[in-house]
């Protein structure tokens, strides 16, 4: 793992699924003047939301999408991400989830990359599954109901995105 | 115009089902649906599979109120335009999702008077007559608090 840190300009990539992830992702994006640098790219799972990013004006890459029930897709998920993330060596992603944003995490992280997870205000009283998995190596990992941050170790509240 | 959406990917046939059905009996104006996967064909209302996201928010815009299962992406697109909202959760039991997270989502929000839910046809047949008159209550989410947070982490990565 690379411990160094970036001496300028961090990379930062932000990304989430297609749907409800998204529409949490948005509104953080628009307080994106916070941070010490904006970000480079966005990482989504669909064709769909790519022009909703373009218009942003960063480099959008579309991984696909996969879930517990679109195992098959998981190949093809895999290959995309890990693509995307050899490409651009992000310094820090950040990401409202789901799965395939989860593997993209375990392959930045890989190469070094610092992982912000925020869990979607879908669940309510624990972590998602990728949330469960990410939690595992994340850097920050965020819920938006405190009562899972109450009941998660290593999980902090800190508002909610929607 | 009344909106329909389960999402743009996976199916929800109980719900798309129960609305078509109801449009003669709650006497609804026209709908228009986004259905994804489901493998109803609606017979009484005009549907697409999947909409852009922008196509999405030009419909919702015009929507009169909207009825959807409990994805938080809907819901709080519903909300940020005062769209009053009728949620039927998907439920793990049908086949529906891969848990009940959506049963809990609709009940927080529910109780909190942001939407109406309904677990069933009937349910939805009550909501409907309850629609006119509901006002959703306005939601306060904190972006800017989150991004504080995700801010004085990315901070820690650059040097001094």
Redesign the interface.
């Known amino acids: 793992m690379n411990a160094d840190r970036p001496r300028r300009k961090p990379v930062i990539a932000v990304g989430a699924s297609a749907g409800g992830h998204t529409n949490e992702l948005l509104p953080l994006l628009e307080h994106t003047d916070l941070w010490p640098e904006l970000p480079s790219f966005y990482v989504t799972t669909l064709d769909i939301l790519a022009e909703k990013y373009a218009a942003r004006g960063g480099r959008t890459y579309v991984i696909g999408e996969c879930d517990r029930r679109k195992l098959l897709d998981i190949p093809k998920v895999i290959w995309r991400s890990l693509r995307c993330a050899c490409r651009e060596r992000p310094d820090a992603v950040v990401t409202t989830g789901s799965m395939p944003l989860a593997l993209f995490c375990l392959w930045a992280k890989l190469l070094g990359a610092k992982i912000v997870w925020i869990d979607s205000i879908a669940n309510t009283d624990g972590l998602s599954l990728s949330g469960r998995l990410v939690r595992s190596f994340a850097d920050l990992c965020l819920t938006q109901w405190p009562q899972v941050a109450q009941r998660v170790r290593g999980v902090e509240y800190a508002g909610q995105l929607i | 115009m009344i909106f329909l959406t389960v999402?743009?990917?996976?199916p929800f046939d109980r719900l798309v089902a129960a609305v078509d059905e109801l449009i003669a009996p709650a006497k609804l104006d026209e709908v228009f649906a986004q259905i994804g996967d489901t493998l109803y064909r609606p017979q009484k209302m005009r549907w697409v599979q999947?909409?852009?996201?922008?196509d999405f928010d030009r419909v919702l815009a015009d929507a009169r109120f909207v009825i959807s299962h409990a994805?938080?992406?809907?819901?709080?697109?519903a909300?940020?335009l005062g769209k009053p909202l009728i949620v039927m959760p998907r439920q793990r039991a049908f086949g529906e999702a891969?848990n009940d997270?959506?049963v809990?989502?609709a009940e927080?929000f529910g109780a909190a008077g942001h939407i109406l839910v309904a677990h069933d046809a009937q349910q939805l047949a009550t909501c409907l007559a309850q629609v006119v008159s509901f006002t959703p209550k306005p939601?306060s989410?904190?972006?800017?608090?989150?991004?504080?947070?995700?801010?004085a982490?990315?901070?820690t990565?650059?040097?001094p």
């Open positions: 999402g743009s990917s996976l999947t909409l852009s996201k922008n994805g938080v992406g809907t819901i709080a697109s909300l940020s891969v997270h959506q809990s989502t927080r939601r989410a904190q972006p800017r608090a989150v991004s504080q947070r995700v801010a982490f990315l901070n990565l650059v040097d």
